[in-house]
């Protein structure tokens, strides 16, 4: 096949009724539960260490990573 034609080929045709119909748009409300927490701790720390990997600020054998936990104290 010619390149103009080929090209007339996809200017002409439409992918209408080929491809699928895209799906609804789904809105959620985050909800905080322990597994989340972890992964946004884990990946902040992940944005600071690498963020600061350049500089000699921090040794990549000594980090550790930890969470963060609120206690109620006067129950």
């Excluded at 597994?35 to 054998?61: H, I, K």
Aim: proline share 3%; aromatic share 12%.
């Amino acid at each position: 096949m010619d390149d103009t034609k080929f090209l007339d080929l996809i200017q002409s045709t439409t992918l209408v009724g080929v491809l699928p119909l895209p799906h609804s748009i789904v809105v959620r409300r985050y909800v905080q539960n322990a597994y989340t927490n972890l992964w946004f701790t884990t990946y902040r720390w992940g944005v600071v260490f690498l963020r600061n990997q350049t500089l000699t600020l921090m040794d990549a054998s000594k980090v550790r990573m930890f969470v963060v936990t609120m206690s109620d104290v006067l129950s």
